[in-house]
């Protein structure tokens, strides 16, 4: 029997080309007129992000990218070429490997394009984010639906929505996290990227939003709930790392309002600090490649409002990005679909 063809197609969120405004202002523009992103009325997305948005924040952003940028250029780049590259060598007889970034270069549309041609009986596509969400995996998900229901002929499609409870992912977060050595720190917080609250009310059936208790419990309808399993996710972590109850806790970064999920890691941390904890650790298991919000916003943006409000010493956990744990875990997490 003839061995069958398979493409795994990677998808991180993106980056600009350099740390230019002009790059920058183009990155954001893609980003922030995506439908699934910034949800509300058409011509009120329009005028937000374009006559907006975008241009006051390019060149604040800018700044921000010129801090992260390194010789090799962006970690989220740079990191997800890594991935791409030895995960290939682990699926050498398996699977070819692509990577696409949601957002900028390498594009989902150029790598389906040289998909397209390998003439593949199977397509996997596994967006890089643990938890999902309608405004990462879900536009993710859609954009590589969008362009291959132009093709005449289609493959076999599989995509992996989500992995946060896969043991692999866990464990591999959950060893990073040790080799910090947690039990040394005054106390642990675990942030996740935010999102708009009505991000979260879409995603639950009917009033469910208002009853749910996914803080303590992954609820049965509460499976694609981001904010649900972003706790089970801090529960399975915790598990493995020991921690008692009152030595860590959760929040969520990179607000845009105060309309956005809760609580917020600033204000954990403020909170954290006047109470007396000199020592924190932070880790961030909604990202598998260090950047902007790792590096700049919690590595240095936090760590300032820390020590100012009494804090002597923030340890941000570096990200899982091309470690080869994390490269094995993807092997496994991919295994049913080769």
């Keep these: 029997m003839e061995n069958k063809k398979t493409a795994v197609l990677l998808i991180n969120l993106g980056t600009p080309d350099e740390p230019k405004v002009k790059a920058v202002r183009r990155y954001l523009s893609e980003f922030l007129n995506d439908r699934r992103v910034i949800d509300i009325p058409l011509v009120l997305q329009k005028i937000l992000v374009n006559l ?13 990218y010129q801090r992260l940028w390194t010789e090799k250029g962006s970690p989220l780049l740079y990191f997800s070429e890594s991935v791409h590259a030895e995960l290939q060598k682990k699926l050498a007889s398996k699977a070819d490997v692509y990577l696409a970034m949601r957002y900028g270069n390498p594009s989902i549309g150029k790598a389906l394009s040289a998909i397209k041609k390998g003439n593949y009986d199977s397509l996997v596509v596994l967006p890089l984010f643990p938890q999902y969400a ?63 609250n009505r991000h979260l009310e879409k995603n639950h059936p009917e009033e469910s939003i208002k009853t749910c208790n996914c803080e303590n419990v992954l609820p049965e309808f509460g499976k694609f709930c981001y904010k649900a399993a972003c706790y089970q996710t801090t529960r399975e972590l915790v598990k493995r790392l020991d921690l008692p109850a009152d030595k860590y806790s959760v929040s969520f970064q990179s607000r845009l309002s105060n309309n956005w999920m809760t609580p917020f890691t600033d204000k954990n941390l403020i909170s954290r600090a006047k109470q007396g904890s000199k020592n924190i650790l932070v880790t961030a298991p909604s990202f598998v490649s260090d950047c902007l919000e790792t590096t700049v916003e919690i590595g240095w943006e936090y760590k300032e409002l820390f020590m100012e409000n009494g804090g002597e010493n923030l340890q941000m956990v570096e990200s899982l990005n091309d470690s080869p744990q994390w490269i094995s875990a993807m092997e496994k997490i991919l295994e049913p679909y080769l």
């Design 134 to 196: 309608s405004s990462t995996n879900g536009t993710a998900i859609q954009a590589v639906i969008d362009e291959v229901r132009k093709w005449n002929t289609i493959p076999t499609i599989n995509a992996i929505s989500q992995f946060y409870d896969h043991p692999v992912f866990l464990d591999a977060f959950a060893d990073r996290i040790k080799s910090y050595q947690p039990e040394k720190f005054d106390h642990v917080i675990f942030t996740y990227h935010g999102l708009p």
């Design 52 to 64: 907006i948005i975008v241009p006051f924040r390019a060149p604040k952003s800018t700044k921000l």
